[in-house]
């Protein structure tokens, strides 16, 4: 596993991928009514951090999701008691044909999927009816072209890094047409600013002991993306917000 989840891990202080960690969860969560019974699907799951939270708080049985089988056996050995796959989002519909879900949720993932749209049509196909399904992402007012904050300049692949913030003027058709109804998009843009002038001002006070515990270019890789990123956000170039719409048959 990179050595870029591992800083970020140490610096959110849990096995989180996303803004605003567990504060970010409860706002999220706070759409669904807990329920055990539940059959609960994390799409781009990383470490488990999330999924384990959800779990915990008695949402319902989680599975999770990720194409990265590194950050999967991390999830496996730190949280055993929560089921991970390795599965790819737009295969989700085939890889579960036998398993229909209450709630699909993804948090700061659905920006980095190729075809959002077969995605969401894909979920649709495994999706109880009147299922929940949460997108807790970046946006934008439209059509997003910038390169990606997020792409590891180590490597030469990276200029292709796919960033992609939800398009708030078209997610509403887009989900109609892939059988969802839209219920509401919660403004997240002045939280998603705070959580990231947060995570940029941890790393400035650890930046020594980050250094030394995961090495110099990891750091500057990291520390360079998320500012770019704060300044998109200060921008008003993208935002973030909560996507919460239902299934409908």
């Known amino acids: 596993m990179s050595n ?12 989180y991928a996303h803004a605003g960690e567990e504060e970010a969860i409860e706002l999220t969560m706070k759409l669904i009514q807990k329920n055990t019974q539940n059959q609960i699907l994390d799409v781009g799951c990383g470490l488990g951090g999330t999924a384990n939270y959800i779990e915990k708080q008695g949402y319902g049985k989680v599975t999770g999701i990720d194409i990265d089988p590194s950050v999967l056996h991390t999830a496996k050995e730190l949280y055993s008691h929560v089921r991970f796959e390795l599965c790819d989002a737009n295969s989700a519909h085939s890889f579960f044909s036998q398993l229909r879900f209450n709630v699909i949720y993804s948090f700061n993932a659905f920006f980095c999927f190729k075809t959002q749209k077969n995605c969401l049509t894909g979920f649709s196909e495994i999706a109880e009816n009147n299922a929940d399904l949460l997108l807790f992402d970046y946006t934008s007012p439209g059509y997003f072209t ?6 590891d300049r180590t490597k030469e692949s990276s200029a292709s890094t796919l960033f992609a ?3 708030l003027d078209r997610i509403e058709r887009d989900l109609f047409e892939a059988n969802w109804q839209l219920n509401t998009i919660i403004n997240l843009d ?3 600013r705070i959580w990231y002038q947060s995570l940029i001002l941890k790393m400035e006070q650890a930046k020594n002991e980050l250094i030394q515990k995961f090495d110099n270019t990891t750091y500057h890789d990291l520390y360079t993306g998320y500012v770019q990123l704060l300044t ?3 921008q008003k170039k993208i935002g973030g917000a909560i996507i919460h719409a239902t299934h409908r048959k």
């Not at 870029?4 to 096995?15: C, F, N, T, V, Y």
């Not at 910038?146 to 792409?151: A, G, N, W």
Request: charged fraction near 25%; glycine fraction near 4%; aromatic fraction near 8%.
């Open 232 to 234: 998109l956000l200060e």
């Open 165 to 167: 913030p939800i398009n």
């Open 4 to 15: 870029r989840k591992l800083l970020l891990a140490h610096i959110r202080e849990g096995h």
């Open 190 to 192: 002045a939280k998603y």
């Open 146 to 151: 910038q390169k990606s904050p997020f792409c």
